[in-house]
């Protein structure tokens, strides 16, 4: 008798894996629709688990609304402060402004070194063998473009004018690996140190600021723009911002590497200057090796 209970309980368990096995199977099948049974416990499964994620929701949801709050507030509290700061730069911008314009009246000076008018262009082309060094935009001599013409973009200076025709203008880029290319700029912050924007790293993408007198402290952060005494560029168009300073090759004066404002990869829209002040063949010109070895011959 008790074998065969035993026979019964082994026989049962038998017939209980057979039909875990073929429910296994049969769900494991590539089906469009879910059985019966599957239903069920889908739904019940589904029914539970909305009944606890919709307040864990909602509770989670407001614990997110308060941080949220708070973070405003303090935001708020931030963006106060800034707005009171800002206030007071402008009216300090505005009491500089007059009274520049009542030294200009009383000097009857009417030219400025940042003096230019604006002229809009568009990007038309560019050459995928100097993508980094030339641009083609679709303003030209009709509209006032002459060679020389420093342009920008929003965010700083890219370049100059090389070459003109009646309705486009080809500019170089300060990327560009032109050894006679060159910037006049200066560091205009406790005091003004001058440079010139001479290269381009292209491992670094940074431009190169060399001729630095060593007597200066020149340090990582500060901005660097154009001087204006270079006779192309207008004064004040931001270059860049100081990344690294060095020692040039003789140890005579500094060099400093310059991360450029303006990004060289995408441009679209650019601002030609044209200078108010009549421009001159100075630093920023063509023939600067020339004309400083002249210079040099003249004064021996």
């Given amino acids: ?27 494991l099948r590539d089906r469009n629709h879910a059985s019966l049974p599957e239903q069920l416990i ?67 000076k009417e030219e400025d070194l940042r003096s230019y008018n604006p002229i809009q262009s568009t990007v038309i082309a560019r050459n995928p063998d100097q993508w980094e060094e030339k641009i083609i935009i679709d303003k030209g001599e009709i509209h006032g473009i002459e060679v020389n013409m420093a342009v920008m973009t929003s965010q700083g200076l890219i370049g100059k004018v090389i070459l003109t025709t009646p309705y486009t203008s080809t500019v170089e880029l300060l990327s560009t690996q032109n050894p006679n290319y060159r910037v ?12 010139l924007i001479e290269g381009y790293d292209e491992k670094r993408k940074e431009v190169i600021l060399k001729r630095i007198d060593s007597e200066y402290e020149v340090k990582v952060g500060q901005k660097v723009t154009t001087s204006g005494l270079g ?17 040039d090759d003789y140890g005579l004066t500094q060099l400093a590497y310059v991360k450029p404002a303006a990004s060289f990869s995408i441009l679209d829209h650019v601002i030609i200057s044209k200078r108010t002040i009549t421009a001159v063949d100075g630093t920023d010109g063509e023939n600067t090796e020339a004309d400083l070895t002249e210079d040099v011959g003249d004064d021996s």
């Fill in 184 to 195: 006049s700029a200066v560091i205009a912050e406790d005091q003004e140190v001058f440079g």
């Fill in 42 to 108: 889908k739904d019940v499964v589904g029914f539970g688990q909305s009944m606890f994620s919709k307040p864990t929701q909602y509770v989670t949801g407001v614990f997110d609304n308060v941080e949220s709050l708070l973070n405003t507030y303090d935001e708020n509290k931030r963006l106060k402060v800034r707005l009171e700061d800002y206030v007071t730069l402008q009216a300090s911008v505005n009491d500089l402004r007059l009274e520049n314009d009542e030294l200009r009246k009383i000097v009857d």
């Fill in 1 to 27: 008798m008790p074998q065969f209970f035993s026979n019964k309980r082994l026989i049962l368990l038998l017939v209980g894996m057979i039909f875990l096995v073929a429910l296994i199977s049969f769900s």
């Fill in 231 to 247: 006779g192309i560029f207008p004064k004040g168009i931001l270059i860049g911002e100081v990344t690294e300073v060095t020692t």
